[in-house]
């Protein structure tokens, strides 16, 4: 088997080494070195999210993904994710396609619907909407990849009469659809013929199975070709898999309980963080030999063609986050590939 492997960031609010928040400029430029690195030490792809919140830095993904661009050679440049429902399908196009140019082919774009709804009142959008917004949308969307004349009538966004979008891209815009689990996420994806990523972060990874077995056999009733799985998950890489725990853990913690307060979980501890750091849980964390077995495991498992790890969490500081990618790297992605070679 052949896998891509890349890394996931939203951007975090980390702490500086006393301790405190960095100011949101800080944190993008930071973000930037995180991903010049990741290019020298070989990754394939870089991953940027898109939010509207004081805890995360990055609400425009392709112009910190231009910046990455401009400083690294081979690394593929995505969203992690982009989204579309509060977003306009031909400037978000238009966008990626003007990276697309930047980086000589490198640009990706991830649509989803988002984890948070800070973007649906900041941009005017009807919560309501929510699901109608994203297949409107994703459908306009998929309308343009083929970069011909499109007509387009929609019932939440105005409708298109022959247009032609620009600037073009060279080739094809790479476009993948991220999704949580949801079977409708999964058919409407695979109706549009575009690759998958399913983020997992709880439960262990053979549970989506069942995901990815729906996603192919739609690909197939619909007579489509076989596409792209990827995962999202998260992660940390260190030294020894007690010195990552002890890294990530009270960040994670931290991380965990604030987005738990606004949802209404009860707060998290020790022992679920470690049940979710085990061999069977969503939490990718440990020394480079531990993270390897584990990645190989789910793509083996699930037949994946990447595996993406989201290697900020939380307020991680910024010399951890730039060890983690080192490791994952020049340790951990080799590892992988000589597991794989060995099923």
Do not use: C
């Amino acid at each position: 088997m052949t896998v891509e492997l890349g890394i996931d960031t939203f951007g975090d609010v980390t702490f500086d080494d006393a301790g405190r928040p960095k100011a949101h400029a800080q944190v993008l430029r930071d973000l930037v070195e995180q991903g010049v690195l990741a290019d020298q030490v070989g990754l394939d792809v870089i991953g940027v999210g898109e939010h509207h919140r004081e805890d995360f830095a990055v609400s425009a993904p392709e112009v910190v993904l231009a910046a990455i661009a401009a400083r690294t050679e081979h690394i593929r440049l995505s969203s992690a994710v982009t989204v579309l429902s509060s977003d306009d399908p031909v400037r978000v196009y238009q966008r990626f396609a003007t990276l697309d140019g930047l980086s000589e082919g490198r640009a990706e774009v991830v649509l989803g619907r988002g984890s948070f709804t800070e973007s649906f009142p900041l941009f005017g959008y009807d919560l309501q909407d929510y699901e109608a917004l994203f297949e409107e949308k994703l459908a306009l969307f998929a309308a343009l990849l083929p970069q011909e004349p499109v007509t387009w009538e929609g019932r939440l966004r105005p409708s298109i009469d022959n247009f032609s979008v620009y600037p073009r891209v060279e080739g094809t815009l790479r476009t993948w659809v991220g999704v949580g689990g949801s079977p409708q996420s999964v058919v409407r994806a695979a109706s549009h013929g575009l690759p998958l990523v399913v983020a997992i972060i709880g439960g262990a990874s053979a549970q989506f199975g069942p995901i990815v077995d729906l996603y192919h056999r739609a690909l197939e009733k619909l007579g489509k070709p076989d596409l792209p799985v990827a995962v999202h998950s998260p992660g940390h890489v260190a030294d020894t898999d007690e010195e990552a725990k002890e890294q990530l853990w009270p960040h994670y913690e931290q991380l965990m309980n604030r987005i738990g307060r606004e949802r209404g979980w009860g707060p998290t501890n020790r022992s679920q963080f470690e049940a979710t750091a085990s061999r069977e849980g969503a939490l990718y964390v440990g020394s480079p030999e531990t993270v390897a077995r584990k990645i190989a495991t789910t793509v083996k498992t699930l037949g994946l063609s990447r595996f993406d790890l989201k290697y900020a969490n939380g307020t991680l500081p910024h010399s951890q986050l730039m060890r983690s990618i080192e490791l994952y790297g020049t340790r951990v992605a080799p590892l992988v590939k000589d597991l794989l070679a060995e099923a």
